[in-house]
């Protein structure tokens, strides 16, 4: 029981401290470059909910699931980033 | 919206009764078709209850959640989906036949022609025919019992059954979409599409998308987690290859459709702005969402035929498939590659060359795997033990007509020339010239090959060949000449032309729709008449193609458990393997219980209830709409709260049955190829002289 | 070395439990594999709101609308809900022999989950209110259509997975924690924690992005 137990406290510190980072920089209107700290913050909290809630490991069987999370994220990233760039590009001809 | 009882329903939307009001050419058309529907549903139970099938009907296929069952009532759906299809296509051909300065249908009608025919076409036959050989083939070909789900396999054929209920019932009651298959918004929006043609076109093609997400997500469990011991991934046949995936493309894919369809709804029914004209609406976002699905639908379609392509390349001419790797390779390059094109469908919506370029140039990339394939096909092909069957006559009209639709692709895949040709005819032609050869043929090559696998008994080689004959004849004599149409300038879509030089053009596909005509009603005569003369054509024994596969390892048809034990992979073509060995049909030692899940009629309710939700949003009628949505919510749960027994077949019935069939599999001398298409073939192939050295050698 | 213990999302059946591992990897396999056909569909709606963020068509814009505040207690009562479900799922592993006493604290644990998730939706529906209150609903333009659709798709999905728990509460009283329902909370597990996962990209991208 520990371990696991062990590993959802640690996420969770980490997912609060991970959250509270861009609320508080945008609360206090930071003159940090938050797009950036709010994207690297927002992937690193998916990467914690992954990792310590979900158990998604390189190791054993949860592999499958993690080749599986990638992929579906490339593939998302091919999607989404194509649109923004398509419709982006087709905003600044109109 | 309405709150009467029955919402936006009138009398006058019923078909029939609009064309005794009003009975022009246009109307009495519809009403003809529209009248098949309440004649069917009236002769179908009497039928069914004077014949006394209705019990086994509901008892053993409607409740049955055997892979093979689900199968063949997708493939069902699939071929009356068909009929209707091919028969609008007809009207299409003939109308443009006549149709200089004008023609005999109403440019409305015409419109619904094309939409209904795309929609159907694509989703209700394209779809059901690969998901349904999927269904069958894949536990087969794996080594297993099941699909990894049973029962969401059911919902989701119920599912794509109450999307081909909808666009059905549309010709009876209201009018479908008239926007085309791609229902391009601002044309489909409110303003300018006020009626219900629409909303059952996003109600179809959403329903049965979900249906198919379901099956994606079904398969590739299946295809991961349920492989035979010892079958590794390089040592999946082809069939499975492609089958993985098609399914992880459907499921990723699918939702950019879903969400189109809900978009898009949201736009018709509460007001939103999507893709609007107003109010920063962008239809070009919709454009964009329904080729990312469009695109990867293609290969959605066709890798299963290259699979099954593969399958009868290697099977009918005696040879291993040549080149495994490199097919397996350029399958897995395909399936991403489908990711990165979707754009090629809209070079002309207005972005810059170098996006065009980007999109084009990942294009003709395709190209190079697809051209990859192809020789390997025909690399297996040579010096092989060739067998002109049916399946083989399929994949030599595909090998030279899929070959010249895909270099018509190469053309319109440079952006330049896109330009030129884009919405015209030409295009029509390309894409039928893809999917029929490639498609069609490779899905009706799969269904002559692994039919006697699921009835027992072979489809008669004689009719199969000129049924074969036939769609290759009346494909190539339809869209050659649309070619040149296009190229000389005739719009897609356009109801009439104003140029006469095109008419001879159109009188010859025209004459080919009838060839095509002739064609589908050849299929259906090959099923009856096989079915007629099933006593001679049985081949119990389970093997009457001398095949390499796993689903070959068992009779004809196969138990509902497929496999009484699970057969130990060792090679990659695993039959052959143990054939060759001498162990196909060795005594086995040990059986055990088989656990198999119970008949129920989950699927059938989510089905009624999604189709009294779908057709309830429709018309606009309230209370039927939370009837059919509280229905489709209560079901799991209540099935979910109900206790799930398995049946559990005794080792000793299982053994009973499978040494039945192994002893008289050794006792029966078997046919060489030479008899293949005789009624001496029970399913046992014995090698003869030539293929023993053929054999030696492959060695 | 031992081998790495067997964590499957969110539990572990324990050893006891034999060829019901098997069982239990495909089941949630095939939950994670629709998951990503989910998580497609939450992609989707993200394009459809990046492409919509200049077209407020004069209309009121993030700066008018979001409310910090509120988006921030909306996401601790998310959070907090993750950690919640976790423990109901561990709950069940730990007490997997003695099944009758594992479902007291397990309850408890997931209807603590069930609460949590109706806060967030409180909120939620408050902010939405508020939003109708100053004219700001998705007739009114492309961005306001594109952010009340995903905003509401993930409300939506929020309030099945509480309708959910809510029968495997139900289930689990009615025929005490079996490994049918086991497996069933595995998914729901997966399920819950993949909300608040599409909901970080939310409040980064959406809440956050627009006000900074």
């Given at each position: 029981?520990?371990?696991?137990?062990?590993?959802?406290?640690?996420?969770?510190?980490?997912?609060?401290?991970?959250?509270?980072?861009?609320?508080?920089?945008?609360?206090?209107?930071?003159?940090?470059?938050?797009?950036?700290?709010?994207?690297?913050?927002?992937?690193?909290?998916?990467?914690?909910?992954?990792?310590?809630?979900?158990?998604?490991?390189?190791?054993?069987q949860?592999?499958e699931?993690?080749?599986?999370?990638?992929?579906?994220?490339?593939?998302?990233?091919?999607?989404?980033?194509?649109?923004?760039?398509?419709?982006?590009?087709?905003?600044?001809?109109? | 919206?309405?709150?009467?009882?029955?919402?936006?329903?009138?009398?006058?939307?019923?078909?029939?009764?609009?064309?005794?009001?009003?009975?022009?050419?246009?109307?009495?058309?519809?009403?003809?078709?529209?009248?098949?529907?309440?004649?069917?549903?009236?002769?179908?139970?009497?039928?069914?209850?004077?014949?006394?099938?209705?019990?086994?009907?509901?008892?053993?296929?409607?409740?049955s959640v055997d892979h093979k069952k689900i199968g063949v009532?997708?493939?069902?759906?699939?071929?009356?989906?068909?009929?209707?299809?091919?028969?609008?296509?007809?009207?299409?051909?003939?109308?443009?036949?006549?149709?200089?300065?004008?023609?005999?249908?109403?440019?409305?009608?015409?419109?619904?022609?094309?939409?209904?025919?795309?929609?159907?076409?694509?989703?209700?036959?394209?779809?059901?025919?690969i998901t349904g050989l999927m269904n069958v083939v894949i536990p087969l070909q794996l080594g297993a019992r099941d699909v990894a789900y049973p029962?969401l396999n059911?919902?989701?054929?119920?599912?794509?059954?109450?999307?081909?209920?909808?666009?059905?019932?549309?010709?009876?009651?209201?009018?479908?979409?008239?926007?085309?298959?791609?229902?391009?918004?601002?044309?489909?929006?409110?303003?300018?599409?006020?009626?219900?043609?629409?909303?059952?076109?996003?109600?179809?093609?959403?329903?049965?998308?979900?249906?198919?997400?379901?099956s994606g997500v079904n398969f590739a469990v299946t295809l991961y987690k349920l492989r035979a011991p010892g079958m590794t991934f390089m040592r999946m046949p082809l069939f499975l290859w492609t089958s993985l995936c098609v399914s992880i493309?459907?499921?990723?894919?699918?939702?950019?459709?879903?969400?189109?369809?809900?978009?898009?709804?949201?736009?018709?029914?509460?007001?939103?702005?999507?893709?609007?004209?107003?109010?920063?609406?962008?239809?070009?976002?919709?454009?964009?969402?329904?080729?990312?699905?469009?695109?990867?639908?293609?290969?959605?379609?066709?890798l299963p035929?290259?699979g099954v392509?593969s399958e009868v390349?290697s099977t009918?001419?005696?040879?291993r498939l040549?080149?495994y790797p490199?097919i397996v390779?350029?399958t897995?390059?395909?399936?991403?590659?489908?990711?990165?094109?979707?754009?090629?469908?809209?070079?002309?919506?207005?972005?810059?060359?170098?996006?065009?370029?980007?999109?084009?140039?990942?294009?003709?990339?395709?190209?190079?795997?697809?051209?990859?394939?192809?020789?390997?096909?025909?690399?297996?092909?040579?010096?092989?033990?060739?067998?002109?069957?049916?399946?083989?006559?399929?994949?030599?009209?595909?090998?030279?007509?899929?070959?010249?639709?895909?270099?018509?692709?190469?053309?319109?895949?440079?952006?330049?020339?896109?330009?030129?040709?884009?919405?015209?005819?030409?295009?029509?032609?390309?894409?039928?010239?893809?999917?029929?050869?490639?498609?069609?043929?490779?899905?009706?090559?799969g269904?002559?090959y692994w039919f006697p696998k699921v009835f027992g008994?072979?489809?008669?080689?004689?009719?199969?060949?000129?049924?074969?004959?036939?769609?290759?004849?009346?494909?190539?004599?339809?869209?050659?000449?649309?070619?040149?149409?296009?190229?000389?300038?005739?719009?897609?879509?356009?109801?009439?032309?104003?140029?006469?030089?095109?008419?001879?053009?159109?009188?010859?596909?025209?004459?080919?729709?009838?060839?095509?005509?002739?064609?589908?009603?050849?299929?259906?005569?090959?099923?009856?008449?096989?079915?007629?003369?099933?006593?001679?054509?049985?081949v119990p024994l389970g093997d009457p193609w001398d095949a390499r596969t796993l689903e070959w390892a068992t009779p004809c048809p196969p138990p509902e458990y497929n496999f009484a034990v699970l057969p130990e992979v060792t090679a990659r073509d695993a039959f052959w393997e143990a054939k060759e060995n001498g162990t196909a049909y060795a005594p086995v030692e040990k059986y055990e219980d088989i656990h198999l899940p119970?008949?129920?009629?989950?699927?059938?309710?989510?089905?009624?209830?999604?189709?009294?939700?779908?057709?309830?949003?429709?018309?606009?009628?309230?209370?039927?709409?939370?009837?059919?949505?509280?229905?489709?919510?209560?079901?799991?749960?209540?099935?979910?709260?109900?206790?799930?027994?398995e049946i559990i077949l005794?080792a000793?019935e299982v053994q009973?049955q499978d040494e039945a069939w192994r002893?008289a599999a050794r006792?029966?001398?078997?046919?060489?190829?030479?008899?293949?298409?005789?009624?001496?073939?029970?399913g046992l192939a014995?090698?003869?002289?030539?293929?023993?050295?053929?054999?030696?050698?492959?060695? | 070395?031992?081998?790495?213990?067997?964590?499957?999302?969110?539990?572990?059946?324990?050893?006891?439990?034999?060829d019901?591992h098997e069982a239990?990897e495909n089941s949630?396999f095939g939950?994670?594999v629709?998951?990503?056909?989910?998580?497609?569909?939450?992609?989707?709606?993200?394009?459809?709101?990046?492409?919509?963020?200049?077209?407020?068509?004069?209309?009121?814009?993030?700066?008018?609308?979001?409310?910090?505040?509120?988006?921030?207690?909306?996401?601790?009562?998310?959070?907090?809900?993750?950690?919640?479900?976790?423990?109901?799922?561990?709950?069940?592993?730990?007490?997997?022999?003695?099944?009758?006493?594992?479902?007291?604290?397990?309850?408890?644990?997931?209807?603590?989950?069930?609460?949590?998730?109706?806060?967030?939706?409180?909120?939620?529906?408050?902010?939405?209110?508020?939003?109708?209150?100053?004219?700001?609903?998705?007739?009114?333009?492309?961005?306001?259509?594109?952010?009340?659709?995903?905003?509401?798709?993930?409300?939506?999905?929020?309030?099945?997975?509480?309708?959910?728990?809510?029968?495997?509460?139900?289930?689990?009283?009615?025929?005490?924690?079996?490994?049918?329902?086991?497996?069933?909370?595995?998914?729901?597990?997966?399920?819950?924690?993949?909300?608040?996962?599409?909901?970080?990209?939310?409040?980064?991208?959406?809440?956050?992005?627009?006000?900074?």
């Amino acid at each position: 029981m520990g371990s696991e137990l062990k590993s959802y406290l640690t996420g969770f510190a980490l997912a609060v401290l991970l959250t509270a980072i861009p609320f508080v920089l945008v609360a206090t209107r930071s003159d940090l470059p938050l797009g950036w700290i709010l994207s690297l913050c927002a992937i690193a909290q998916a990467i914690v909910h992954l990792r310590y809630f979900l158990h998604l490991r390189w190791r054993g069987q949860k592999r499958e699931d993690l080749q599986l999370v990638l992929f579906t994220v490339l593939v998302l990233f091919f999607l989404i980033g194509g649109t923004i760039w398509v419709l982006g590009d087709l905003a600044t001809r109109m | 919206m309405t709150d009467s009882l029955c919402g936006n329903l009138t009398w006058d939307s019923i078909m029939l009764v609009k064309a005794w009001k009003d009975p022009n050419v246009n109307n009495l058309i519809t009403a003809g078709a529209a009248a098949m529907i309440p004649v069917g549903a009236l002769m179908v139970p009497l039928l069914l209850l004077w014949t006394g099938w209705w019990r086994p009907l509901f008892r053993d296929w409607l409740a049955s959640v055997d892979h093979k069952k689900i199968g063949v009532l997708y493939i069902a759906l699939a071929v009356v989906m068909l009929f209707r299809g091919v028969v609008e296509g007809t009207l299409m051909r003939l109308h443009h036949a006549t149709a200089l300065h004008g023609g005999v249908l109403s440019p409305d009608h015409f419109n619904q022609l094309f939409t209904t025919h795309g929609t159907t076409m694509i989703f209700f036959v394209a779809m059901p025919l690969i998901t349904g050989l999927m269904n069958v083939v894949i536990p087969l070909q794996l080594g297993a019992r099941d699909v990894a789900y049973p029962r969401l396999n059911q919902i989701g054929f119920w599912l794509t059954a109450s999307g081909g209920f909808l666009i059905t019932i549309s010709l009876l009651i209201g009018q479908f979409a008239t926007g085309g298959w791609s229902a391009y918004p601002a044309y489909t929006g409110s303003i300018f599409s006020p009626g219900v043609g629409v909303d059952y076109w996003l109600l179809s093609v959403g329903l049965s998308g979900i249906g198919s997400t379901l099956s994606g997500v079904n398969f590739a469990v299946t295809l991961y987690k349920l492989r035979a011991p010892g079958m590794t991934f390089m040592r999946m046949p082809l069939f499975l290859w492609t089958s993985l995936c098609v399914s992880i493309l459907l499921v990723l894919i699918m939702p950019p459709l879903t969400v189109a369809c809900i978009t898009l709804g949201l736009d018709r029914y509460l007001g939103f702005h999507f893709y609007t004209n107003d109010l920063g609406g962008n239809l070009m976002n919709f454009i964009n969402l329904f080729w990312m699905f469009g695109h990867p639908e293609v290969y959605i379609l066709a890798l299963p035929a290259y699979g099954v392509m593969s399958e009868v390349a290697s099977t009918f001419s005696a040879k291993r498939l040549y080149g495994y790797p490199s097919i397996v390779v350029a399958t897995m390059c395909i399936a991403v590659l489908s990711f990165l094109v979707w754009l090629h469908h809209f070079f002309t919506m207005g972005q810059s060359a170098l996006v065009n370029a980007v999109f084009g140039i990942a294009t003709l990339i395709i190209a190079i795997p697809t051209g990859m394939k192809v020789y390997d096909w025909l690399a297996t092909l040579w010096r092989g033990r060739i067998r002109f069957t049916t399946p083989m006559i399929y994949l030599c009209g595909f090998l030279v007509l899929f070959v010249i639709g895909g270099l018509t692709g190469i053309i319109l895949a440079n952006p330049t020339i896109d330009f030129q040709v884009h919405n015209s005819l030409f295009l029509v032609a390309h894409f039928h010239n893809v999917i029929i050869p490639g498609v069609v043929f490779g899905m009706l090559a799969g269904l002559h090959y692994w039919f006697p696998k699921v009835f027992g008994f072979r489809l008669l080689e004689s009719w199969g060949r000129t049924t074969a004959w036939l769609w290759i004849v009346g494909f190539s004599v339809t869209f050659f000449p649309l070619y040149v149409a296009g190229l000389m300038g005739m719009r897609r879509r356009a109801v009439d032309y104003a140029d006469p030089a095109i008419q001879p053009y159109m009188i010859v596909a025209a004459i080919g729709s009838l060839i095509l005509c002739l064609a589908f009603l050849a299929l259906l005569g090959t099923i009856l008449r096989s079915i007629l003369l099933r006593k001679q054509l049985a081949v119990p024994l389970g093997d009457p193609w001398d095949a390499r596969t796993l689903e070959w390892a068992t009779p004809c048809p196969p138990p509902e458990y497929n496999f009484a034990v699970l057969p130990e992979v060792t090679a990659r073509d695993a039959f052959w393997e143990a054939k060759e060995n001498g162990t196909a049909y060795a005594p086995v030692e040990k059986y055990e219980d088989i656990h198999l899940p119970p008949p129920t009629y989950y699927g059938l309710w989510i089905g009624a209830f999604a189709s009294v939700l779908g057709f309830a949003v429709v018309w606009h009628i309230g209370w039927l709409s939370l009837l059919g949505l509280l229905g489709s919510i209560a079901v799991p749960i209540a099935y979910a709260l109900l206790p799930y027994r398995e049946i559990i077949l005794p080792a000793a019935e299982v053994q009973k049955q499978d040494e039945a069939w192994r002893c008289a599999a050794r006792e029966t001398d078997g046919v060489t190829r030479d008899e293949e298409a005789h009624a001496t073939n029970r399913g046992l192939a014995k090698p003869d002289e030539l293929e023993i050295e053929f054999a030696a050698a492959e060695r | 070395m031992n081998s790495p213990p067997k964590l499957h999302p969110g539990l572990n059946l324990g050893p006891a439990h034999g060829d019901d591992h098997e069982a239990a990897e495909n089941s949630i396999f095939g939950f994670w594999v629709f998951m990503m056909s989910d998580l497609v569909t939450f992609g989707m709606f993200f394009a459809l709101y990046a492409t919509a963020l200049h077209a407020t068509a004069g209309g009121p814009g993030p700066k008018d609308l979001f409310d910090l505040s509120s988006v921030a207690w909306q996401t601790g009562f998310l959070l907090v809900s993750s950690l919640t479900s976790g423990l109901a799922l561990l709950h069940v592993k730990t007490h997997h022999h003695r099944s009758g006493a594992a479902i007291g604290p397990m309850l408890f644990w997931l209807l603590a989950t069930v609460a949590l998730g109706g806060l967030f939706l409180w909120r939620e529906i408050g902010d939405f209110q508020a939003m109708a209150a100053q004219g700001a609903l998705p007739t009114r333009s492309n961005w306001l259509s594109s952010l009340w659709a995903l905003v509401g798709l993930h409300g939506l999905h929020v309030s099945i997975g509480m309708l959910w728990a809510l029968v495997i509460a139900l289930g689990v009283l009615l025929r005490g924690v079996d490994q049918r329902w086991k497996l069933t909370l595995l998914r729901w597990g997966v399920f819950w924690h993949f909300l608040d996962i599409v909901w970080i990209a939310i409040f980064s991208f959406v809440y956050l992005g627009g006000l900074r």
